[in-house]
């Protein structure tokens, strides 16, 4: 099975920067349109972006539109979020996942999603 490490969570101001990125230890993940997720406290798990196998397309949440960008490199087997303008809102545990099957209305889904990683925290201060 698939296994997925996020690293690059960490503490931040509010309007700084961050980038956290996801990478598998033991398959090739070009193969594999890959998500980012979020879950603050008491809150359910919520799509942030997705990327395609490719990187050809991309999907957004509409609250992090214009603030963060996804990026894939897949000779070095890694998928980055880049998070610019974080806001205290922000703050949440960032998972990223992957999916064999890619479809532009269904990416938020989490069951599309049948690896995952333990999750990387995310907090920005105000």
């Known amino acids: 099975q698939l296994q997925l490490v996020e690293s690059g969570g960490g503490l931040v101001q509010s309007g700084g920067s961050l980038r956290p990125s996801c990478t598998a230890s033991?398959?090739?993940?070009?193969?594999?349109?890959i998500g980012w997720f979020r879950q603050a406290p008491g809150k359910e798990r919520e799509g942030v972006s997705c990327i395609t196998s490719s990187g050809g397309s991309t999907n957004y949440a509409d609250s992090v539109k214009g603030r963060f960008t996804i990026s894939r490199d897949n000779a070095k087997n890694t998928v980055y979020l880049q998070m610019n303008s974080l806001k205290p809102e922000d703050t949440a545990i960032y998972y990223c996942?992957?999916?064999?099957?890619?479809?532009?209305?269904?990416?938020?889904?989490?069951?599309?999603?049948?690896?995952w990683g333990q999750g990387t925290q995310v907090t920005v201060s105000s």
């Open positions: 033991r398959f090739p993940l070009d193969g594999y349109a």
């Open positions: 996942a992957a999916a064999r099957r890619y479809a532009s209305g269904t990416w938020h889904r989490i069951s599309l999603y049948n690896s």
